[in-house]
């Protein structure tokens, strides 16, 4: 027994439950204060976490329905994200009345729901209903954690507290899995968890967040990359002074339209076995969408510890290098000429660690131009392409150019020069790419529109070319090599005897019929020369109908 003047002192231990964990760290650097908690097993250990941390206030309420609307009443007066914690079953359902009403009302509450695990959903076991998707109707993010700590879990309690946290005080959903034992608090600490934020300048984009500058004046090999960007959308001039103090690197597709070579840069990176770290960025800056290349992405990824920003016009958490710090929400194009404005209007000189930095890269980037220039390619693909694109340079009408998926816009990474590059990378399928041209050159009947596109695309949409609003105009580069090339690429696939033709569509079928059919002027090649002259006719002639060269390999 204590004796009257003794001091007890309470050690805080958490749950040992790894989701739960993340969660309880990110409402904390969220700024998330008031939580209301109902009673239930599966939930214990969520509840366990809020009543110990010093930084959120807890409020027990029994009844779901009413503890809904009791978080109402404080976010009301502290106009303030409220969360609301229920246990696995039908407790999450009781909740629904009050999170309808706060999402008319514009008060945020964060519903966060314990869940059994997904493996005995729908086998009658208790308290086992569909929660994820249940309230979908009236909160802006639902999430689901997995019942980890690792990126993917981090990366959704984020999405969901961002939006909860905004100025559109929108109601949030966060599910949790808690799979037995339950009641396990070992703990000491909750973990130091990533923070991503989400910023949205003032209308003439002046006020940058300031976190930005920082990182971006903090860095030493900073990085502008561009995904996929319309090239309607976006004018880089006035931006020579940003781009010649950081090295920028784009794709084919995106609006800058003289090829980066980084992808032979990286793929003698890989075969060696220095150090990456003097290549990799400290500071990343990601402008447009899609990115076609891999081994980019897996590069970037391991830059774990640069300070990684997206520019966004929907604001939307899109973590693809796993290292997002914060977003601008806005048009790219604004958003890089008040950087540029803001840091080097009058600066003429980039510091010594960023321009040996940049200085590094342009070399090796000028040294894969140079072998890709002097490379004397065999009748390929990338001749094809090569060769085309060369023929481009003769055209005497305005043009447009779009690449089908797989292999073809992979060789718009290494051969498209000077113009911009179409593609339906959005969600990357094959299906579409020819009837996404047509519908181009039906819109744009004043300039030649060219579809680079590969035998299985090709066959998939064929019946793009049956249709009443085709001009003279559209040109199709088709690349027939009697099955899906970007197979023959991935390891091990080989191994399996139904590896070329259930997986990979080997066929014997030509363009041949299908243009006569709908009367598509139609050209064969099976040679070099027989593929330099069709990309004369291709580029050059004049035609009332479309017209269509394939190469066969």
């Known amino acids: 027994m204590c004796k009257k003047n003794c001091v007890v002192i309470y050690i805080i231990m958490y749950s040992n439950k790894e989701n739960v964990n993340t969660l309880t760290a990110l409402l904390v650097v969220h700024g998330v204060k008031h939580a209301v908690v109902c009673p239930g097993s599966r939930n214990a250990p969520i509840v366990h976490n809020l009543n110990e941390c010093p930084h959120i206030a807890c409020y027990p309420v029994t009844d779901e329905r009413s503890a809904g609307f009791f978080a109402l009443g404080i976010a009301q007066t502290t106009d303030q994200p409220v969360v609301v914690c229920v246990t696995s079953g039908t407790a999450l359902l009781n909740v629904a009345p009050a999170v309808a009403e706060a999402c008319y009302q514009h008060q945020s509450l964060i519903v966060i729901s314990a869940d059994r695990p997904a493996e005995w959903i729908d086998q009658l076991d208790g308290q086992t209903l569909r929660q994820p998707g249940a309230i979908d109707a009236w909160v802006k993010c639902s999430v689901s954690l997995p019942e980890d700590k690792g990126w993917y879990c981090n990366r959704l309690v984020n999405e969901a507290l961002i939006e909860a946290t905004s100025d559109q005080h929108p109601c949030v959903h966060i599910n949790v899995p808690i799979s037995e034992p339950l009641f396990q608090f070992s703990v000491a600490e909750l973990p130091s968890q990533r923070i991503i934020q989400r910023f949205t300048p003032a209308a003439d984009y002046d006020c940058l967040p300031q976190p930005l500058i920082d990182d971006f004046l903090a860095a030493s090999r900073p990085l502008i990359i561009f995904g996929q960007l319309s090239p309607r ?161 003769k055209a005497d009408q305005p043009f447009e150019v779009h690449y089908a998926n797989s292999t073809a816009v992979r060789l718009a990474n290494v051969y498209a020069q000077s113009h911009p590059v179409w593609c339906n990378r959005g969600v990357n399928g094959i299906e579409g790419s020819l009837s996404t041209a047509a519908g181009f050159s039906a819109a744009t009947p004043h300039s030649l529109i060219f579809c680079v596109i590969g035998d299985l695309s090709f066959f998939y949409d064929q019946n793009a070319l049956w249709n009443s609003n085709l001009g003279g105009n559209l ?79």
């Not at 032979?264 to 990799?280: E, G, H, I, R």
């Not at 693809?320 to 950087?339: K, M, P």
């Open 475 to 553: 040109r199709i580069l088709l690349l027939n090599n009697a099955h899906g090339a970007i197979f023959d690429q991935l390891p091990g696939l080989s191994q399996s005897p139904v590896s070329d033709t259930f997986v990979a569509g080997r066929h014997q079928s030509t363009a041949e019929g299908i243009c006569r059919q709908n009367d598509i002027y139609y050209q064969q090649a099976t040679t070099l020369s027989e593929l330099q002259q069709g990309l004369r006719l291709l580029v050059s002639n004049h035609f009332s109908r479309p017209m269509l060269l394939e190469v066969l390999f």
């Open 233 to 393: 959308r976006f004018h880089y001039e006035g931006l020579d002074n940003l781009f010649s103090h950081v090295l920028v690197l784009h794709e084919a597709l995106s609006p800058l339209t003289s090829v980066s070579h980084f992808e032979s840069v990286l793929a003698d990176l890989n075969a060696q076995t220095s150090d990456l770290s003097q290549m990799l960025p400290d500071f990343i800056l990601y402008v447009g969408d899609a990115l076609v290349s891999k081994r980019l992405k897996h590069f970037l990824r391991q830059a774990a510890d640069a300070r990684c920003w997206r520019i966004s016009l929907t604001g939307q958490v899109e973590d693809t290098f796993q290292n997002l710090s914060g977003i601008i929400v806005g048009d790219a194009e604004f958003v890089l000429q008040s950087l540029n404005n803001k840091l080097f209007k009058h600066t003429n000189a980039p510091s010594a660690s960023r321009a040996a930095y940049r200085r590094q890269w342009l070399h090796q980037l000028q040294q894969a131009k140079d072998q890709m220039l002097q490379a004397t390619l065999p009748y390929s693909e990338a001749a094809a392409v090569a060769l085309f694109e060369q023929q481009l340079e």
